[in-house]
């Protein structure tokens, strides 16, 4: 089996996402695990690839791909596995990875299985694994024919450096005349302090419970002082207490942080789905029935209006 596996950039990183992608396809024990980074400017990004399995890096480094626009990356990678003959492409869930992903399918006529946990190989056969049912069982899907593609849930896999180089082997950028009818007139850039929710080893949100959008400088006081990000919920920010960027849950973004703290969540079930696979889960809620205390690993029945100040000083004291 030959894998090639889409690694996206930002700025001048390769995202976290994709090398934990790369690092479980290096562990599937194949000899062939190659890499491709589509942009401008990103040759130098290419040696980091080889210290999370990548055996060969393709760089396609070119100013047409400088836009981070899906249509010119499609070409890129649709050359690639013809001329390369890979049979297997895997991504890291993003807005752009799957707008590639599925332009890429199309172009291949080939299956795309998305929303994967894991991938495995049992008699000999790709396996991939996908939550169904609100994630409360794991289904087992397969591909019935080549290339395949897979497109895998944000914080499924831990980059794992073990070391090693890469060969780097330049493309030619060849782009369809369709694939250059867009552009990029502007990119804004959030100003924001401290790691991403899907970086985040630790994670405070917060919900309805805090009364108000005003009310969040709790969770952001508690996140700074344990060097974590701010997530919320669907019901926060759909009444515009928070951006759309920090929502956790299944109409938002899956994460796994090491700690996962909620603040006013009640643990409805679409919640749930994007945060239920955190190493420790600890919900202050008010309300001693709320779901979320059901799958919590530490609860404290209280008002996060006492709590959360508490708990933030003590944090601080802690950390002198």
């Given at each position: 089996m030959s894998t090639l596996v889409f690694l996206e950039h930002h700025g001048d990183e390769l995202l976290k996402g994709s090398l934990g992608v790369l690092s479980k396809a290096a562990s599937l024990g194949d000899t062939d695990v190659a890499g491709v980074i589509a942009g401008s400017g990103v040759r130098a990004l290419a040696d980091g690839a080889g210290k999370f399995g990548a055996g060969r890096v393709y760089v396609a480094d070119d100013a047409q791909l400088e836009a981070p626009l899906p249509q010119p990356r499609v070409d890129v990678l649709a050359q690639l596995v013809r001329d390369k003959g890979?049979?297997?492409?895997?991504?890291?869930?993003?807005?752009?990875?799957?707008?590639?992903?599925?332009?890429?399918?199309?172009?291949?006529?080939?299956?795309?299985?998305?929303?994967?946990?894991?991938?495995?190989?049992?008699?000999?056969?790709?396996?991939?694994?996908?939550?169904?049912?609100?994630?409360?069982?794991?289904?087992?899907?397969?591909?019935?024919?080549?290339?395949?593609?897979?497109?895998?849930?944000?914080?499924?896999?831990?980059?794992?450096a073990t070391g090693g180089s890469a060969e780097v082997e330049d493309l030619q950028v060849e782009l369809e005349d369709f694939s250059t009818a867009a552009r990029m007139i502007d990119q804004a850039h959030e100003e924001s302090e401290g790691p991403t929710i899907e970086d985040?080893?630790?994670?405070?949100?917060?919900?309805?419970?805090?009364?108000?959008?005003?009310?969040?400088?709790?969770?952001?006081?508690?996140?700074?002082?344990?060097?974590?990000?701010?997530?919320?919920?669907?019901?926060?920010?759909?009444?515009?207490?928070?951006?759309?960027?920090?929502?956790?849950?299944?109409?938002?973004?899956?994460?796994?942080?090491?700690?996962?703290?909620?603040?006013?969540?009640?643990?409805?079930?679409?919640?749930?789905?994007?945060?239920?696979?955190?190493?420790?889960?600890?919900?202050?809620?008010?309300?001693?029935?709320?779901?979320?205390?059901?799958?919590?690993?530490?609860?404290?029945?209280g008002d996060v209006h006492e709590v959360v100040p508490k708990l933030t000083e003590l944090v601080k004291q802690r950390k002198g």
């Open positions: 890979f049979d297997t492409v895997l991504f890291a869930n993003s807005v752009l990875a799957a707008d590639v992903a599925a332009g890429l399918a199309a172009r291949l006529d080939a299956g795309l299985n998305w929303d994967l946990t894991d991938v495995v190989r049992e008699d000999g056969k790709l396996v991939g694994k996908r939550p169904a049912l609100q994630d409360s069982v794991y289904v087992d899907v397969g591909w019935t024919s080549e290339p395949r593609l897979a497109l895998f849930r944000p914080g499924s896999f831990d980059p794992n985040a080893e630790v994670i405070v949100a917060g919900g309805r419970g805090l009364g108000g959008p005003e009310n969040f400088t709790l969770v952001e006081e508690l996140a700074k002082a344990l060097g974590g990000a701010v997530g919320a919920t669907r019901a926060v920010v759909d009444a515009g207490w928070y951006p759309y960027a920090t929502q956790v849950g299944q109409t938002g973004k899956t994460v796994s942080p090491k700690l996962y703290i909620a603040c006013g969540i009640s643990g409805a079930i679409q919640h749930k789905v994007g945060m239920q696979s955190s190493g420790v889960i600890v919900a202050i809620n008010k309300d001693p029935n709320a779901p979320i205390f059901e799958f919590s690993d530490l609860g404290v029945v």
